[in-house]
């Protein structure tokens, strides 16, 4: 295409071009003489508004715009893995081969490497008749992860040639379909526009919890895999701490962390950190299973838009294989406030607090590509995309548009509290604020794999925090030596589960992942506790006295017990407890 | 500055607040320098808020004042706003627009660079590990700062958070290395009381040869203060990174840069965000935060201390809670212990610093850091939500164990908080102190310490007095 615009004002990241006739919105334009990236997002007879991706700063009036004809999208192929890039899929570490250690404008560097051979074993037969996501063959991306090359959406056919088992870049073609419109050449590099979903069979209700290993989340407010989560709180209530948890330690086969207007050095402890740990169920580092998405607070405001679109199609990737994948987005407050800035700039009408009016839809566009899905093809393939979005409400409030907007679409809802946080209690969920609405859904699935009894010590341990959160306030007005000792004790024990089983160190080796089996026989341990103590307190033993139990260090220790060990060392806890209390009652 | 592409225009056709539109102009790039010359002759400079093909919205630093519609000439230089840097610029005073107002000659540039610079690649930045010690037990202790952190303090008008700083400026430290090591002091609005205060006290202790000072004072133009934090963090990452030097920057009041900013987004008539200040105050202060740092490969760091006032002490206003998203931590001033005679009045509460967690522990402060932390933190908080219970029900209605607790929490802010403005306590007392206050616990209340530390660190194993 040889379109060319004429910039006609600049205005921050958005400038306007006239002589734009023949555009479309959302194309990928390139801007001024430095052929910055930029988007279209809006048009007026020929003048287009464009969004620009790189810093404006000396753009002048009267320098072209070149229609590219394409809508911003990724690329797609094995080497993903383990990458990070910015907002608009540059990578990283050739930015700062080509250009140094400051990001500088006008960098162009490709997504997945060219001429890296890859070693490609063929599946699928020639001659069979192929249609969009069966498997043309498979390549071991990492040690975990088979990459499958499917059939692209909207190419079905009879498969005339498939490159025989060999290493081959991505760029070379390895299959041949006859479609209707022509024979097709497939290469492993495949390309989609981040703004546009990949299509599915159907969506199905989820009913298998992400694992994360942190005890608060599984066992109280459980997320799917395919589920949608929100994590708002105030700023050092603990909301990248969590995030990074779960990137690391979540069950699933894909993680894709998308850093959204947040800090750099945030990103530099991500990539400390992962290239070096272990997966804890398969033992592979974790960056190989990773993609990072870096678009911190000082770069590009625009960018960070697409920051969370190409994280988005990155996972619906890797789902389309089969996987269950796994979106951290922090923040999506900071997205939110992208999208202010330029709708500000474009002088829109501001809906509430100056976010634009169409904040709403397309905060639920975002969530609503995750979920568990039924995938194209013969094989019948099911995978899944959780996604699990921060919100930063300014001052803590949770009216604001962001938060409230996120909650109306997401299922869990993990509210952070600044006077948790302030008293160290990590990580800092509010147990009473807190929902899931996945628990009846999940509930099948621990009663099968790790205890009958779940459900039921779920419901009981929160009958006893909320129970706590209705004796306090009697407290707050009387002291706690009004109350009768039963409801002394029910104190004791909300207080033991919050220490023992809802406090975790994040930064504690061991604790840092609480495996589920772990978590179950804890909640076990700790409601015991509280039978017998109330066993103890209607045979007349003084509360006082049950407060001086030495065991009572023991429980709130727990969590740090070893993993290899846990088994044998709650059981010896456990006969401690019963024997101190007999020696109390009997 | 560049002569060949200049333009000199007289076409201003309005004059609003901090701002001056300019028509009949071609060729004007988004973000250059552009020079005014008044009626009266006198030079001023400005930058251009949005380019037209045909038309100019430029930001008047030095204030509009005497700027009219006929005889104001404009020039367009085709730079963006640059400084000159070199190693020289230490131990000197500028304004705040970068001109020497120490009576010594203009700086010989080694360098001349742009005040906005670019963005770290995240890829190339070093995690901070790097112990500082500030002598300031609170900070040391509870709430560690590394380098290349930013860790602003959050305080109120009328407290000590000038005396905080020059403290901080005066102590810090990297223990058992001997390092170059610089301040740059960024003044945007402040009294002259108060930039005398820091000079006065940089120049008793000898600081003063291994600082620079921009000054933008109360009574300078306030669209003035939008560059002069751009200016000291340009020659910051000069010294830090071409220089290998470690470079803590102090950047104070960062409540008057926002005003600053909300002025000219009012002058320019822009969709207002909370409390009228404009939607991308987040962007623009992570501009100027996130230039803290280290990058690999690179000797030298900069460290951030921003200050600003919380209005009405309020941290949910606009400023702070923007500052505290972007910032690793926070260290809040209080009043009530302003008002209780506790110097520094550190609420540790409220105070955070994300990045402790990599700068502590064994080979960096002590093995036992962490735990003791953590048991501090949870032992104060229940003494503060007893404190509360009792002026409701009175102490009678308390346990042994809460009395105690009660205690340790006013011996903490006593003994542990409080401190002497040149008292330098080295992290060993800073420890020492903390165990001695948690020895007033029964052991079994210890369950964030591991029982190894116990075992050798606290005061009645070890055989110690107990405080």
Partial sequence: ?586 | MAVSKSKEYTTVTEVSGPLMVVEKVSDVAYGEVVEIETPSGERRRGQVLEAQTDKAIIQVFEGTRDLDTDWTSVRFTGETMKIPVSIEVLGRVFDGTGTPIDGGPSIIPEKVLDIYGAPINPYAREFPRDFIETGISTIDGMNTLVRGQKLPIFSGAGLPHNELAAQIARQAKVLGKKEEFAVVFVAMGITHEEANFFIQDFERTGALERAVMFLNLADDPAIERIITPRLGLTTAEYLAFEKDMHILVILTNLTNYCEALREIAAARGEVPGRRGYPGYMYTDLASIYERAGRIKGKKGSITQMPMLTMPDDDITHPIPDLTGYITEGQIVLFREFNRKGIYPPVDVLPCLSRLMQGGIGEGRTREDHADVNDQLYSAYAEGRRLRDLVAVVGEEALTDLDRTYLEFADRFEAEFVNQAVDEDRSIEKTLEIAWNLLSMLPESELKRIDPEFIKKYHPKRRGGKTG
């Fill in chain 1, 1 to 586: 295409m040889t379109e060319k615009g004429i910039i006609t004002r600049v205005t921050g990241p958005v400038i306007s071009a006239k002589n734009m006739r023949g555009s479309r919105m959302y194309e990928l334009v390139r801007v001024g003489n430095e052929r910055l990236i930029g988007e279209i997002i809006g048009l007026d007879e020929d003048v287009a508004t464009i969004q620009v991706y790189e810093e404006t700063g000396g753009v002048t009036p009267g320098e072209e715009v070149i229609s590219t004809g394409m809508p911003l999208s990724v690329e797609l192929g094995p080497g993903l893995l383990g990458k990070i890039y910015d907002g608009i899929q540059r990578p990283l570490d050739l930015i700062k081969l080509q250009m140094g250690d400051y990001i500088k404008r006008g960098v162009e560097a490709p997504a997945l490497e060219r001429d890296k051979k890859w070693e490609f074993a063929p599946v699928a037969k020639k001659g069979e008749t192929m249609g969009p996501g069966d498997i043309l063959g498979v390549v071991q991306e990492t040690k975990t992860i088979e990459h499958r090359i499917l059939v692209p959406p909207g190419i079905t056919g009879k498969l005339l040639e498939i490159a025989p088992k060999g290493k081959y870049t991505i760029e070379e073609t390895i299959a041949k379909i006859k479609t209707a419109e022509g024979v097709k050449k497939i290469q492993m590099l495949q390309k989609w526009p981040v703004r546009t979903g990949r299509p599915y069979v159907k969506k199905l209700d989820p009913s298998v919890p992400l694992i994360t290993g942190q005890r608060v989340i599984d066992t109280f407010f459980p997320v799917a895999k395919g589920g949608t989560a929100a994590i708002p709180g105030p700023f050092g209530s603990g909301k990248t701490v969590v995030q990074q948890l779960l990137a690391k330690w979540a069950d699933a086969d894909v993680i894709v962390y998308v850093g959204c207007g947040e800090r750099g050095n945030e990103m530099a402890d991500v990539l400390r950190e992962f290239p070096v740990l272990e997966d804890p169920r398969t033992g592979e580092l974790l960056m190989n299973r990773t993609m990072l998405i870096a678009n911190t607070s000082n770069m590009p405001v625009a960018a960070r838009d697409a920051s969370v679109y190409t994280g988005m199609t990155l996972a619906e990737y890797y789902r389309d294989m089969g996987y269950d994948v796994a979106l951290m987005a922090d923040s999506t407050s900071r997205w939110a406030e992208a999208m202010r800035e330029i709708s500000g700039r474009l002088e829109e009408m501001p809906g509430e607090e100056g976010y634009p009016a169409y904040l709403a839809s397309r905060l639920a566009d975002f969530y609503e590509r995750s979920g568990r899905a039924m995938l194209n093809g013969k094989d019948e393939k099911i995978g899944s995309i959780s996604v699990i979005g921060a919100v930063s409400p300014p001052g803590g409030d949770f009216s604001e548009p962001v938060t409230q907007n996120t909650l109306r679409i997401t299922k869990v809802f993990w509210a952070l509290d600044a006077d948790l946080a302030n008293k160290r209690h990590f990580p800092a969920i509010n147990w009473l604020q807190s929902y899931s609405l996945y628990l009846d859904g999940v509930k099948d699935w621990w009663h099968k794999e790790v205890g009958a009894k779940w459900e039921k010590m779920r419901n009981e341990a929160m009958s006893l925090l909320q129970k706590e959160s209705e004796l306090q306030e009697i407290v707050q007005l009387v002291g706690p030596d009004a109350l009768p000792e039963s409801d002394q004790a029910a104190l004791d024990g909300a207080k033991a589960i919050r220490e023992a089983f809802l406090m975790q160190n994040a930064f504690h080796k061991v604790d840092t992942y609480c495996p589920k089996e772990k978590q179950y026989r804890m909640l076990e341990i700790l409601l015991k506790f509280n039978e017998l103590m109330y066993e103890a307190i209607q045979k007349d033993v003084p509360i006082e006295r049950i407060r001086g139990l030495p065991v009572k260090e023991k429980l709130a220790r727990m969590g740090t017990v070893p993993d290899a060990e846990y088994q044998r060392r709650f059981e010896e806890i456990e006969k401690e407890m019963e024997a101190q209390f007999k020696d109390m009652v009997g």
